[in-house]
């Protein structure tokens, strides 16, 4: 339990600068969200029928449903931590997110980027988080370039029925490496062993994984999709879709802030979602539960 009194301190009295680092951020965000849905459990009785995590938060999910210890899992998430940040040095790579592009000209435009960008690098989709809101991932000479010389001239002739790109926008992400992308490679070869040691079993409820945005009925394929998720984009839009045809119209979004929030407004505006931030936002899940 030694690592969640480190991750307790650190969110509680701790440096901001030392939680920004990644190997002390991804822990610090799962137990904040395992323990706003045990209190929502234990205190409100409230019952979770489908579960699913935004990257690191998938690990989260896991645990909730009683899938993952949580003692053994935060070490890993931990040492995940460590070995993305290893990946690629400081400054090197990025993400940035694009705004009003389609995941096809998402696609097309990665492509272009690397054939036409002299420096070359990898330049990736990442995170498929709501319509409209794609994050790219990869080299940082890829991202300052598709910056500069990205425009709506070259998605003419896009065999892309949807092809109407009149305005996009790019919004540089504050991270402090290239994640979901196949330069985390080094990264998955040193978490396949973590990952396959971790005492796994099948959960409480089903958690819908990013890697194929679908449930696993068996334990070598959850701990599978744990290890491919570190390079494979996170498929956020599927994952709520998924759900919402399992009969979901009700989200909670254990942790903190309201991110997951605002991503489901846009994939599913009737659908209702209950954020955990604040004392009041409790109130409201007592409510529901009740």
Not at 34 to 47: I, M, Q, S
Not at 61 to 67: N, T
Not at 127 to 146: C, M, R, Y
Not at 267 to 290: G, Q, V
Request: hydrophobic fraction near 45%; aromatic fraction near 8%.
């Amino acid at each position: 339990m030694h690592l969640i009194w480190i991750a307790k301190k650190l969110m509680i009295e701790g440096d901001e600068e030392q939680l920004k680092l990644t190997e002390f951020a991804q822990p610090a965000i799962v137990l904040c969200s395992v323990a706003a849905h045990l209190a929502a459990k234990e205190e409100l009785g409230v019952k979770v029928n489908f579960g699913a995590g935004h990257s690191v938060g998938e690990w989260a999910a896991l645990i909730s449903s009683g899938s993952l210890p949580l003692s053994s899992a935060l070490r890993a998430v931990r040492q995940r931590g460590r070995e993305m940040q290893k990946a690629m040095p400081v400054n090197e790579g990025g993400m940035v997110a694009v705004m009003g592009m389609t995941p096809v000209q998402v696609e097309y435009f990665c492509g272009w980027v690397q054939s036409e960008n002299p420096e070359g690098g990898v330049l990736q989709a990442a995170n498929f988080n709501a319509p409209g809101q794609i994050v790219l991932s990869g080299h940082q000479t890829q991202i300052d370039w598709a910056m500069k010389n990205c425009t709506g001239e070259i998605f003419k002739g896009l065999p892309d029925p949807d092809n109407k790109v009149s305005r996009f926008k790019f919004i540089p992400l504050k991270v402090s490496a290239p994640f979901h992308s196949s330069l985390m490679q080094p990264a998955e070869n040193a978490m396949l062993e973590v990952i396959n040691s971790l005492p796994v079993v099948m959960g409480a409820f089903p958690v819908i994984q990013n890697f194929e945005s679908k449930y696993y009925d068996t334990v070598g394929a959850i701990k599978n999709a744990l290890v491919r998720q570190i390079t494979a984009p996170v498929k956020w839009i599927d994952c709520v879709q998924n759900m919402l045809a399992e009969g979901s119209d009700t989200f909670i979004e254990f942790g903190n802030g309201k991110v997951i929030q605002g991503l489901i407004k846009k994939i599913a505006p009737a659908a209702i979602t209950y954020p955990t931030t604040s004392l009041e936002d409790f109130k409201n899940l007592e409510t529901l539960a009740k």
